[in-house]
């Protein structure tokens, strides 16, 4: 074990677990003025100091000691190992109090690969092992769960033991728990401890715990997406009159695509899905990756049918964001799929909405469909005009006379063939008279 106030600080909080004179003989011997020290450093209070000077004289007088100096937590987060100290006295990174990080459960990786412990043993001391405890809970939360616990074997034995006493290094870094695993948003505490069973050491096993509160450290987990759509429209060439955009989701002083009525149209009249917008941000890490427009035309009131797409590729990278963030618009306007072709006269209703996939802590797609209502507008189909279409003219009737004998008028007809409809030409008389 190496000299110092500082390791035998170390020692009074990692074998705090047992009385006070056990502790004391857990620590190899230093002059007297090093417990002194050490109780300074603690701050305990007078009984406590007394306790110390009774087990400084039970250690000199019993060469059976032994105990643990150093520990470590190594994890290893997104892939890079790391070594944490558990307490300040032994420099280096420190686990206790620490702020590992915030987190995405489904992409990044805390494994707890394990860790070490050093130990010293003097006369008949035997350190015969080593373990590692830990658990991951909520912060705050009444119910942690059980320790997981990883062996540490015997590694190898150090130098910096006095004579009759030996340091041993006791580690392991084949752990592979990932503790981000399936974790919800939230903040969480990893929670550690170390121990060494032993015999002949005077006592039973030796704890590495911060005096019985073990050693903490905290992470975050945000699996929220930091990208999003904003704006959406729907592109409308309506008789062939240009491209008419619609809003979606979007407060402008454009039409609005929900509830409009887009009038009536012949058989041979067209109204064609021109494409669509979509106006999307992204931040940080998360990317947005593709946008489409969704249709489908169906009877009014029988929603039925699949949705077909249009893409709307990538337009250009806007103003406006913030810092670490960038605006993006996504557009289609030379569609060609009209609508009207194959419907039979009748009211119909066409139902759009629009999405943008993304990836993120959980990749997944931005939606502008109104709750899941998506958006709706009406609009009538009637047949072509038609013409009546009359027979020719039948024969003339016979000449009526009157009541003077004298000839007066006579008559002919003819039928309707085809009668008018959707505003075409109506029908001409059906009787003549002269």
């Known amino acids: 074990m190496p000299d110092g106030d500082a390791s035998i600080s170390g020692l009074l909080s990692a074998t705090a677990d047992t009385n006070a004179c056990v502790h004391m003989k857990t620590i190899y011997?230093?002059?007297?003025?090093?417990?002194?020290?050490?109780?300074?450093?603690?701050?305990?209070?007078?009984?406590?100091?007394?306790?110390?000077?009774?087990?400084?004289?039970?250690?000199?007088?019993?060469?059976?000691?032994?105990?643990?100096?150093?520990?470590?937590?190594?994890?290893?987060?997104?892939?890079?190992?790391n070594t944490y100290h558990l307490q300040t006295n032994t420099g280096g990174t420190v686990f206790n109090g620490a702020n590992l990080g915030t987190f995405c459960s489904a992409r990044n990786s805390i494994v707890f690969s394990g860790g070490?412990?050093?130990?010293?043993?003097?006369?008949?001391?035997?350190?015969?092992?080593?373990?590692?405890?830990?658990?991951?809970?909520?912060?705050?939360?009444?119910?942690?769960?059980?320790?997981t616990s990883l062996s540490l074997p015997f590694a190898a034995n150090i130098a910096g033991a006095g004579g009759g006493c030996q340091n041993q290094q006791w580690r392991t870094s084949g752990g592979s728990q990932n503790v981000l695993a399936g974790l919800g948003n939230g903040t969480y505490v990893l929670e550690v401890f170390t121990n060494a069973p032993n015999a002949g050491c005077n006592g039973g096993t030796f704890f590495y715990s911060n005096l019985g509160q073990n050693y903490r450290a905290t992470f975050s987990v945000n699996n929220n997406p930091n990208s999003g759509l904003f704006e959406s429209y729907a592109v409308l060439n309506i008789k062939g009159a240009g491209n008419s955009f619609y809003d979606?989701?979007?407060?402008?002083?454009?039409?609005?695509?929900?509830?409009?009525?887009?009038?009536?149209?012949?058989?041979?009249?067209?109204?064609?899905?021109?494409?669509?917008?979509?106006?999307?941000?992204?931040?940080?890490?998360?990317?947005?990756?593709?946008?489409?427009?969704?249709?489908r035309v169906y009877p009014a009131g029988s929603p039925a049918g699949a949705f077909l797409a249009v893409n709307l590729p990538f337009?250009?990278?806007?103003?406006?964001?913030?810092?670490?963030?960038?605006?993006?618009?996504?557009?289609?306007?030379?569609?060609?799929?009209?609508?009207?072709?194959?419907?039979?006269?009748?009211?119909?209703?066409?139902?759009?909405?629009?999405?943008?996939?993304y990836t993120s802590c959980v990749d997944?797609?931005?939606?502008?469909?109104?709750?899941?209502?998506?958006?709706?507008a009406n609009f009538t189909v009637q047949g072509l005009p038609v013409n009546c279409v009359l027979s020719d003219w039948g024969e003339w009737s016979p000449w009526s006379t009157d009541a003077c004998g004298e000839t007066a008028t006579r008559t002919r007809q003819r039928s309707v063939i085809t009668p008018a409809a959707n505003g075409g030409a109506e029908c001409g008389p059906l009787t003549e008279t002269e």
């Open 29 to 81: 011997p230093q002059p007297f003025r090093h417990f002194v020290s050490t109780y300074a450093a603690v701050g305990q209070g007078r009984k406590l100091l007394l306790a110390l000077l009774a087990a400084a004289l039970s250690f000199f007088a019993s060469p059976q000691s032994g105990g643990i100096f150093e520990g470590y937590v190594f994890l290893t987060v997104n892939g890079s190992f």
């Open 116 to 147: 070490e412990n050093k130990t010293f043993k003097c006369g008949s001391c035997d350190i015969t092992g080593g373990n590692i405890f830990y658990r991951v809970y909520p912060q705050g939360s009444s119910t942690p769960p059980a320790f």
């Open 248 to 295: 979606l989701n979007a407060s402008t002083s454009l039409p609005d695509l929900q509830g409009a009525n887009l009038g009536s149209f012949f058989t041979n009249e067209t109204l064609v899905i021109a494409g669509g917008e979509n106006k999307t941000f992204k931040c940080g890490l998360d990317n947005v990756t593709a946008s489409r427009l969704r249709y």
């Open 315 to 357: 337009a250009s990278n806007d103003a406006g964001a913030g810092q670490g963030c960038q605006n993006q618009t996504w557009r289609s306007t030379t569609g060609s799929a009209n609508v009207i072709a194959g419907l039979q006269p009748g009211n119909y209703t066409l139902e759009v909405y629009s999405e943008s996939d």
């Open 364 to 376: 997944g797609t931005h939606f502008a469909n109104r709750g899941g209502a998506n958006y709706r």
